[in-house]
C-alpha cells in the first residue's frame, strides 16, 4: 500500500490480539499486527514490514496504557516465546478468549446463530502445568527461545510451571557446570544435551527426562544420585532419551531408563492413568477435570448409551465418564497410546471400554458394519482438526449427539461448518481456559442431530 512505508511511525490503539499474540490495530482501514503493548493501549509503531493487505509493526512506545494493563509477574516477559498476555488482566484474558472463538465460528465458519459461554477459568493462573519442556544451549542455559528466534533465553523460575521444576533445573544446571557436560550445538554437530522434559504429578511425583543427541550421558549416575536427593521433589523416573534428529521435536524415538519406575500415576478426578515419556496428557489437571466435566454434562447420560471417542490418546475422556455409560469404543492410531490405555483400563476396573488401534476413518465404518447403534460421538483431535473423510463416517454413523473438543478455534470453525451442512445443530460452545497467560483456548462443543432442511 503506497500511503505506508518501512520505517514510518503510526500512532494506533490495539483493538485485538491475533493467534500469534500480536497487537492488531487499525490506520485509515488497514491492519496492522504490532509487536508490543496490549488491548486497550494507544502505541506509537515503527512499521518493520508491509504485506498487500496487512503490515506488521513494533511498538516504540506505548502513549496511553489501557486499563486491562497489569505489571507482569514473569521477569521474562515479553521476550521469552512461552507466554503472550502476562501483561493483560486475567478476566480481559478470558474474554478475549470467548471473543477469539467467536470470531473464528463467524468468519471462518460464518457461524453467526449461536450463544458462546463465558470462557471457564483457573481460580490461580499460574504454576499450573504438569509438563515442562525446556531447551539447552551454550554455557549450560536452559530455558526457552526469544520470541520469532532460536536465541535461547536462559529461564530460572516459569510461573506457569509447577514450582518443583525450579528446582530440577537448578541440579541439571550444577551437574553440566561441574562435569563439563556441553548442550549440544545444531550449527557445529557438537555437544550432548539438547532437552529436557520434566512431568509432575498431583501428589508431587517427578518423572525427568534428559534429552540427548546420542546415546552418550557422562556422569549419568551421579545426576541420577543429585536428582533423587531433592529434598523438595520426590522423583521417581528418570529417562535418557536419544533424539537424533535435528528438529523441533523435542523428543526422538528411542528411551533408556536411568532410574526408578517406567510410568508415572496422575490422576483426573478418581481415575488413575500411567504416563510414560511421550503420553499425551493433558497439561492442566485442575482445569481438565472441568473440561472433562462440560463434556459429561453435554453428554447428558442416562446409563443406556453407546459412545464412541475419537483420538482418544491413552484413555482419559472414556474413562472419565465410563459409568455413566453403557458401553465406549475409544479409537486412536497410535499404538503405543493404546497400549497405555489398555493398561490404564486395567489399573481402574473398568471393564466397559473396548480400546481399538487405528485411524478412526477406518474404525468408525467397522463399528456400523456391525450393526453397532452409535448414540454419541466424541472427538478430541489435534490442532489439524478433523479430516474430510472422518466427517463423512461421522455422519454416516449418524449419532444423535455430537461432542468436540478442540484445542484451536480456527480448524473447529471449519469443521463444524461441515458438520451443520449435514443436519446438526450447535447447541453449546463453551471456551476452557486450560493455558492461562497464552493466547491458546481449549473449547467444548455440543452439537446434536435434527435433521436436513427439506
Keep these: 500500500m503506497e500511503t505506508f512505508k518501512v520505517g514510518n511511525e503510526l500512532i494506533l490503539d490495539i ?65 521469552c516465546d512461552g507466554c503472550q498476555l502476562h501483561n493483560l488482566d486475567y478476566k480481559k484474558q478470558l ?22 459461554d463465558d470462557t471457564l477459568g483457573m481460580d490461580y493462573p499460574y504454576r499450573y502445568r504438569n509438563k515442562a519442556e525446556f531447551k539447552v544451549g551454550k554455557g549450560s542455559n536452559i530455558g526457552y527461545f526469544k520470541r520469532e528466534t532460536h536465541d535461547l533465553i536462559p529461564i530460572d523460575k516459569c510461573i506457569i510451571q509447577n514450582e518443583i521444576v525450579d528446582g530440577i533445573l ?11 557436560v556441553q548442550a549440544y550445538d545444531s550449527r557445529t554437530k557438537k555437544g550432548i544435551i539438547k532437552n529436557i522434559l520434566i512431568r509432575t504429578t498431583k501428589d ?21 544420585k543429585l536428582l533423587i536427593g531433592m529434598k523438595e521433589a520426590i522423583v521417581v523416573s528418570i529417562y535418557q532419551n536419544i533424539n537424533e534428529k535435528d528438529t523441533s521435536l523435542t523428543l526422538g524415538s528411542r528411551d533408556i531408563k536411568l532410574y526408578g519406575e517406567d510410568k508415572i500415576i496422575d490422576y483426573i478426578g478418581e481415575y488413575k ?68 490405555a489398555k493398561e490404564n483400563l486395567k489399573l481402574n476396573n473398568v471393564d466397559n471400554i473396548e480400546f481399538i488401534q487405528g485411524k478412526s476413518e477406518d474404525i468408525l465404518p467397522k463399528l456400523n458394519e456391525k450393526g453397532i447403534k452409535i448414540d454419541a460421538i466424541i472427538v478430541d ?22 461432542v468436540y473438543v478442540s484445542c484451536n478455534p480456527s480448524t473447529l470453525a471449519r469443521d463444524l461448518a461441515c458438520i451443520k ?22 473449547c467444548v462443543i455440543l452439537m446434536t442431530y435434527c435433521g436436513l432442511e427439506k
Design 381 to 402: 483431535p489435534p490442532r489439524k482438526g478433523l479430516d474430510k473423510t472422518l466427517i463423512d463416517s461421522i455422519i454416516k454413523a449418524n449419532p444423535q449427539k455430537i
Design 95 to 116: 474474554e478475549f478468549k470467548r471473543d477469539m472463538v467467536k470470531n473464528n465460528l463467524e468468519r471462518i465458519g460464518k457461524i453467526t446463530d449461536v450463544e458462546i
Design 15 to 79: 483493538m485485538d490480539i491475533n493467534s500469534d499474540g500480536m497487537g492488531v490495530g487499525k490506520c485509515e482501514g488497514f491492519t496492522f499486527f504490532i509487536d508490543g503493548g496490549t488491548i486497550g493501549d494507544k502505541v506509537k509503531i515503527r512499521i518493520t514490514e508491509m504485506k498487500k493487505r496487512f503490515g506488521i509493526g513494533k511498538a516504540i512506545e506505548i502513549i496511553e496504557k489501557s486499563r486491562y494493563r497489569i505489571e507482569s509477574k514473569c521477569k521474562f516477559f515479553p521476550k
Design 421 to 442: 451442512e449435514e443436519g446438526y445443530g450447535i447447541e453449546k460452545v463453551q471456551p476452557v481456559d486450560m493455558f492461562g497467560m497464552t493466547v491458546h483456548v481449549e
Design 273 to 340: 492413568f500411567l504416563i510414560s515419556p511421550k503420553s499425551f496428557f493433558q497439561v492442566n489437571s485442575v482445569q481438565t477435570e472441568v473440561l472433562y466435566n462440560k463434556v459429561l454434562e453435554y453428554l447428558d447420560l442416562k446409563g443406556d448409551e453407546t459412545l464412541v471417542d475419537l483420538y482418544c490418546g491413552i484413555g482419559t475422556i472414556a474413562l472419565y465418564i465410563s459409568k455413566y455409560a453403557k458401553k465406549i469404543y475409544g479409537v486412536e492410531v497410535v499404538k503405543e497410546a493404546i497400549e497405555d
Design 204 to 224: 508431587s511425583k517427578v518423572m525427568v527426562v534428559i534429552v540427548t543427541k546420542g546415546d552418550n550421558l557422562p556422569h549419568k549416575e551421579e545426576l541420577v
Design 170 to 180: 537448578h541440579i541439571i544446571r550444577d551437574y553440566m557446570k561441574g562435569y563439563k
